[in-house]
């Protein structure tokens, strides 16, 4: 057997599965950037907080309002009365009771 064979082998079954495994994310910091379309200012959300999208973007969590107004950047109504920030429709209010309206 080849010295390098061993080397040859481990590169030729480990490289695949090494490229097909995604970075781990750092943990959000509380002084992230919000993504443009979130109303992190907006004086009506009741709810604070952020997470990071699939495409790690920092997103305000859905929230409610304190008079039940869209606020400025929502892209949709959870059934459980809460506004989403999401920037995708693939899981958005998954934790709210799904999408009650899409806005």
Known sequence: MHPLAPLLFAALVLAPALACTRPARAPLPASAPVAASAASADPHLVEQ????????????????????????????????GSFSFSLHHRGTCSHHGGVAQWL
Do not use: E, I
């Not at 790690?56 to 859905?62: N, T, Y």
């Open 49 to 80: 907080g952020q997470y990071r999208n699939v495409d790690g973007v920092a997103v305000h969590s859905p929230a409610h309002t304190d008079n039940g107004a869209r606020p400025a950047g929502a892209s949709a109504r959870c059934r459980d």
